[in-house]
């Protein structure tokens, strides 16, 4: 095992000073982001890289040892990474590149998710390297009769395509049986019945199996993030960025919170909490679906280890925060990137908070989305009322129910987007009603937001809905015109 301890130094001569000036971390910031892209072009699957100067490490608990500039690892032995805080004076910078396989197919990329570590920030690997799910080189098959290729290894799952007799298909493990083979069609994870397929190179017994619970190294972690630097307003934040290649719902466990996204994140994880920011596509945080623009925070127990409770605070992103993550997505150089990264503007946020608002529920990748369990269906699950208006006194709150739910949990948010209450309901019922004063105290300016639980679990969440006992709500216009196009932020927790 290795444990990584300082990360990325860069040395820029001259920039020692006695304070920090905005162009001395300007400078600092560009030359680290241009080393990064210099040193780790060619990182392969399954690696850690670091741009310019050196990284600390510890072998097997040995004393530290420093690497060289442009050093790669492997991440099978690779137990924790740290980079470091900017530090203008001193000339220093961490920033670090991972491949991180995780379940994407080497078939659709032999990179896998790309990790971009900013700042003080810290991974620990979380996966038991013995038992650490290896892709395997695909292989090539052709169904001997017309196929149907499912979603799922079993007769249940979905038809999303067909493979007529001889398409070829690229295959890279087996369902936990054996009877089902996972292929690449079209740039689409789907499975195929062993029976009817064969392989034209190399044995189809050969292939791992994949199961549920099957991990690579690093796709489980424990995040750790610092404070940004408070003489460094141009420096992007401290925080880990994520970027999938598109064609299959990236799985990863974060501090214990499973997470599946299509496109790009940012996690931050300061001491007691875990923030998810969805910069496109779709993203579900434990099956609540986080909007592109939005934010969702989960608190954490001791260590930053596991859950402390569920997540709430679902809010569009502060202008703050936008400018921060264009900082990032300027910087971060697009050789090292599947895409351009980007940041929702200002303007597409405001789309989506119209589309709660009429439609009711949590949007993801900017339209209503059903998240749906055994049994279990969102597809009509809103916030009915009140999404809008002056309310005082016992309110009653209104919404439209999930089909298959054991339950519900009426959320209720301070101005800052921090939980106050919450209340059980039964799942017989779509209705609560609360004393506002006992409830939020003197808030005058609070959210609410239902839950749909399945067995004490969150499944579908309605998003917390902004109102105010003085004033309309934020949501959207009440005359039902367009809201603004800068939507107020019910909570600001860094880089105001």
């Known amino acids: 095992m290795v444990v990584l301890g300082a990360g990325v130094l860069l040395l820029v001569s001259g920039l020692a000073s006695s304070g920090a000036q905005p162009s001395v971390c300007e400078a600092l910031v560009q030359e680290t982001f241009a080393a990064l892209e210099t040193a780790c072009a060619d990182a392969p699957g399954s690696s850690a890289c670091f741009g310019r100067a050196a990284a600390a490490a510890r072998v097997d608990g040995s004393a530290a040892v420093f690497g060289q500039p442009g050093d790669m690892l492997a991440l099978s032995g690779v137990q924790a990474i740290q980079t470091q805080p900017l530090d203008a004076a001193g000339g220093e910078w961490g920033l670090a590149l991972l491949n991180v396989h995780a379940n994407v197919p080497r078939s659709l990329s032999e990179l896998g998710l790309r990790f971009v570590m900013l700042g003080e920030a810290q991974l620990e690997n979380a996966v038991d390297g013995a038992a650490a799910f290896t892709p395997a080189e695909p292989l090539t098959i052709t169904p001997l009769v017309a196929a149907n290729l499912r979603a799922a290894p079993n007769l249940d799952g979905q038809v999303i395509a067909n493979a007529p007799v001889g398409t070829q298909l690229m295959a890279d493990g087996?369902?936990?049986?054996?009877?089902?083979?996972?292929?690449?069609?079209?740039?689409?994870?789907?499975?195929v019945s062993r029976q009817i397929v064969t392989a034209g190179d190399g044995d189809i017994e050969s292939l791992p199996r994949i199961g549920p619970n099957a991990r690579t190294p690093m796709q489980a972690f424990v995040l750790h993030t610092g404070?940004?630097?408070?003489?460094?307003?141009?420096?992007?934040?401290?925080?880990?960025?994520?970027?999938?290649?598109?064609?299959?719902a990236a799985s990863i466990t974060v501090n214990g919170v499973d997470i599946r996204f299509d496109s790009a994140i940012a996690l931050r994880a300061p001491d007691g909490a875990l923030q998810v920011i969805a910069l496109g596509g779709s993203t579900a945080v434990d099956r609540i679906p986080v909007p592109a623009g939005f934010t969702l925070d989960v608190p954490l127990g001791e260590g930053n280890r596991a859950p402390a409770g569920p997540a709430t605070g679902l809010r569009p992103i502060s202008g703050g925060e936008r400018d921060a993550l264009n900082r990032v997505a300027g910087g971060l150089p697009e050789s090292l990137l599947y895409s351009p990264l980007s940041v929702p503007t200002a303007a597409q946020v405001a789309e989506v908070l119209a589309a709660i608002r009429s439609g009711g529920g949590a949007a993801s990748g900017g339209g209503q989305q059903a998240i749906t369990a055994a049994g279990l269906d969102c597809s009509r699950f809103q916030a009915t009322a009140p999404l809008s208006g002056e309310v005082s006194g016992r309110t009653p709150f209104y919404w439209d129910a999930a089909q298959g739910v054991s339950g519900y949990r009426v959320n209720f948010f301070d101005a800052n987007g921090r939980l106050v209450t919450s209340?059980?309901?039964?799942?017989?019922?779509?209705?609560?009603?609360?004393?506002?004063?006992?409830?939020?105290?003197?808030?005058?300016?609070?959210?609410?937001?239902?839950?749909?639980l399945l067995d004490g679990q969150v499944a579908c969440s309605t998003g917390s809905i902004l109102l105010s006992r003085q004033a309309q709500a934020q949501l959207a216009g009440d005359d039902g015109g367009a809201p603004p196009p800068q939507p107020t932020p019910t909570a600001c927790t860094w880089n105001c």
Do not use: Y
Request: charged residues 20%; negative net charge.
């Open 423 to 452: 209340f059980d309901v039964s799942a017989t019922s779509t209705t609560f009603a609360v004393d506002l004063d006992a409830a939020i105290g003197g808030e005058n300016d609070f959210g609410w937001s239902v839950d749909a």
């Open 227 to 248: 404070a940004d630097a408070a003489d460094c307003a141009e420096a992007p934040p401290s925080l880990l960025v994520i970027q999938s290649p598109g064609g299959v």
């Open 174 to 191: 087996l369902s936990p049986d054996g009877q089902w083979v996972r292929v690449m069609k079209d740039g689409q994870v789907a499975w």
